[in-house]
């Protein structure tokens, strides 16, 4: 393995039934890269017609969740009353803070003709200061997302700053994340913009460092190296980092926090229906697991 390479991390596959989720945060070698504590590739998958993603409305806590597309569409409605559709290209953050609860669905005339659905859902952990804040959301068009042409790879700026540009995208601590296409037989360098540095194969060949990257795999940078990624083929990857988090976090289900009883006073909440539900979205919602899908690992 390449010096510039510190991990690689190997992704938990969740087949939902039509389609399948690559899961790679968190993980029992690493939990979080910078702010990022969950990292989720969503497809890509083409459903048949008729059907659709329903995620019924659910409880989330002390975190940031941050939703981009390659293809389809997805409907949100949350708690605090936002009802948004977002598409590729487009950048959905909703900040739980003290409580949100969201669903996610594919819309009407996705359902007709079949939906397709391919992209990256993170959620990224809160300073200790800000977990407890007031939920929020925020749509960013993809229009104003920037897209950097670095030597004919194109970058488009999610979250923070980079390649001279500045994403508008709210950043709750220092955060670095874009999607990156590179070009068949090109060659492009990984910034040491932050500190923490995992760079993700979702589609095509990459190396770096002389070292081949496996698709779907979380791969963790040196610090300050400035490793340089090569494709024969062409490539398309995800960069995400950011400062280090100040202190561990725990997540059990879909709560994050700071404080183990934080995330036990949530499950109790939830489970005795103190949660608001998304107004236009409440007649159903996903109970309490017994045994969750996510938690953290010591």
């Known amino acids: 393995m390449s010096d510039d390479i510190l991990l690689s ?3 938990v596959t969740h087949d939902l039934g039509g389609f399948k989720v690559h ?6 070698q690493r939990t979080m890269v910078g702010p990022f ?6 497809g890509p998958a083409h459903l048949s017609a008729g059907q659709g993603i329903d995620v019924r409305p659910h409880p989330h806590i002390n975190l940031s969740t941050v939703t981009f597309l390659f293809a389809g569409a997805i409907m949100h409605r949350d708690s605090i009353g936002s009802r948004q559709r977002i598409e590729p ?3 959905n953050l909703m900040t739980a803070g003290r409580g949100i609860t969201h669903s996610e669905r594919s819309p009407a005339d996705e359902r007709a003709e079949g939906p397709h659905l391919s992209g990256i859902q993170t959620w990224l952990a809160m300073p200790r200061a800000k977990e407890e804040m007031a939920p929020a959301f925020e749509h960013t068009a993809a229009g104003d997302v920037p897209e950097i042409d670095v030597d004919g790879t194109k970058v488009r700026l999610i979250m923070g700053e980079g390649w001279g540009s500045t994403s508008p995208v709210t950043c709750h601590s220092p955060t670095l994340y874009a999607s990156i296409v590179m070009p ?6 990984v910034p040491t913009d932050a500190d923490e540095r995992a760079l993700y194969l979702l589609d095509g060949d990459a190396t770096v460092g002389g070292s081949a990257i496996e698709r779907q795999n979380l791969v963790l940078l040196a610090p300050d190296h400035k490793p340089v990624l090569k494709t024969r083929e062409g490539a398309r990857l995800m960069l995400c980092g950011g ?8 997540v059990w289900w879909n709560f994050v926090s700071s404080s183990r009883e934080r995330i036990n006073e949530a499950k109790r909440a939830w489970r005795s229906g103190e949660f608001a539900l998304p107004p236009n979205d409440h007649d159903e919602f996903i109970p309490l697991p017994e045994i969750p899908m ?5």
């Open 9 to 11: 991390l190997a992704p």
């Open 23 to 28: 899961r790679t945060l968190p993980h029992k």
């Open 37 to 42: 504590i969950f990292f989720d590739q969503m």
């Open 89 to 91: 290209g487009a950048v």
């Open 184 to 189: 068949p037989g090109s060659s492009f360098e």
């Open 243 to 250: 400062a280090p988090m100040d202190g561990e976090r725990h």
């Open 294 to 298: 996510t938690v953290s690992y010591p």
